[in-house]
C-alpha cells in the first residue's frame, strides 16, 4: 500500500510541473533545492575522491613508477654485465690470437729447423756420394790414361800395319804416342 500512494505522489508531481509546462530542473522555485543537493553531492564526491581515489590512483602511480626505475636498474645492471662480458670476450680472443700466433711461429721456426737439418743431411750425404763419384771417376780416369797409351800403341799398330803392311817394334811405337801426348 506504501508504494500505491507514492506513486499516486510522484504522479501529482509530474502533473503539477506538466500543467506549468517547465521543465522541472529549470523551474526556478526548486533551484534552491537543487543548489543544496548539488552542493552536497559535489562535496562528497570531492571527499570521496581525495579520500579513496586519488590516493588508490596515487599508490598505483608510485608503484608503477618504482617497477620502472626497478626496471631501468636492473636493465643497466645488465647492460654492464654485457659490456663486461663483451670486453672479457675480446680479451680472451685477442689473448687466443696472440697465443695462436705464437705457437704458429713456434711451428714455422720448428719447420724451418728440421727442413733446415734435413737439408744440411741430405748435402751432406750428397757431398759423400759426390766426393765418392769424384774419387770413382779418378780412379777410371786414371785406368783410362793409363790404358790410353796401351790402346794407342795397339791402334798405331793395327793402323800401321794395314796402311804400310809392316810391322813396328813396341818401343818405337810406345815413343811415337807419347810424342804425340805431349
Known amino acids: 500500500m506504501f508504494i500505491t500512494e507514492a506513486m499516486a505522489a510522484g504522479t501529482e508531481a509530474v502533473g503539477e510541473h506538466a500543467e506549468s509546462g517547465i521543465f522541472p530542473p529549470f523551474d526556478t522555485s526548486t533551484f534552491a533545492s537543487q543548489l543544496f543537493w548539488l552542493a552536497i553531492t559535489f562535496g562528497f564526491f570531492l571527499w570521496f575522491m581525495s579520500k579513496v581515489i586519488v590516493p588508490r590512483?596515487?599508490?598505483?602511480?608510485?608503484?608503477?613508477?618504482?617497477?620502472i626505475a626497478q626496471d631501468l636498474d636492473k636493465a643497466r645492471e645488465f647492460r654492464d654485465d654485457a659490456d663486461a662480458s663483451i670486453a672479457a670476450y675480446e680479451q680472451e680472443l685477442a689473448e687466443a690470437?696472440?697465443?695462436?700466433n705464437e705457437i704458429g711461429q713456434i711451428a714455422?721456426?720448428?719447420?724451418?729447423a728440421e727442413a733446415n737439418a734435413e737439408r744440411a743431411k741430405v748435402e751432406a750425404e750428397l757431398g759423400t756420394k759426390l766426393s765418392a763419384a769424384e774419387a770413382r771417376i779418378a780412379d777410371i780416369r786414371e785406368k783410362a790414361m793409363s790404358e790410353v797409351g796401351g790402346i794407342a800403341e795397339e791402334a798405331a799398330s793395327e793402323i800401321f800395319t794395314q796402311l804400310i803392311?809392316?810391322?813396328?817394334?813396341?818401343a818405337d811405337l810406345a815413343k811415337a804416342v807419347a810424342a804425340s801426348g805431349k
Do not use: F, H, S, Y
Open 57 to 67: 590512483i596515487g599508490n598505483i602511480l608510485e608503484t608503477r613508477q618504482d617497477r
Open 97 to 100: 690470437k696472440a697465443k695462436a
Open 108 to 112: 714455422r721456426e720448428k719447420a724451418n
Open 165 to 170: 803392311g809392316g810391322t813396328v817394334t813396341k
